[in-house]
């Protein structure tokens, strides 16, 4: 299983990118929330990782999808404090398809 530090920009889980997210909460900082608390909503508690790791363990028919949410987490932090550091004025986002439902979102859509 591929660990989690190593995740490419373009990162993206179904048709949502890391950066998009993170753009959407970065817009939300004052007005909604302060950046402590969009901090919390996009971190995975340290206990929580530590149970769904040993979920993905026991069951590894999940296990590429528990990485997958995991890595997308970690990727939407590292925009967020990117646009922190960086400003958000100008960035160039990318586009989001509203194409078909990936299989994952089909399944969860029909629950």
């Known amino acids: 299983m591929e660990k989690i530090g190593e995740v490419p920009a373009s990162f993206a889980l179904g048709r949502q990118s890391a950066l998009t997210e993170a753009y959407g909460l970065y817009r939300m900082i004052h007005a909604e ?3 402590g608390e969009l901090r919390e ?5 340290p ?4 149970v769904l790791r040993a979920y993905a ?3 590894i028919e999940d296990a590429h999808w528990i990485e ?6 970690k990727a939407v932090a590292e925009e967020f404090e990117r646009l922190l550091c960086a400003g958000a004025e100008g960035i160039d986002l990318p586009e989001v398809d509203d194409g078909e439902l990936d ?3 089909q399944g ?4």
């Open 33 to 35: 929330c302060t950046v």
């Open 108 to 111: 969860s859509a029909a629950a």
């Open 103 to 105: 299989p994952a979102e």
């Open 41 to 45: 909503l996009i971190a995975v508690p």
């Open 57 to 59: 363990k026991a069951h």
């Open 68 to 73: 997958a949410c995991l890595k997308f987490r």
């Open 47 to 50: 206990h929580i990782e530590r």
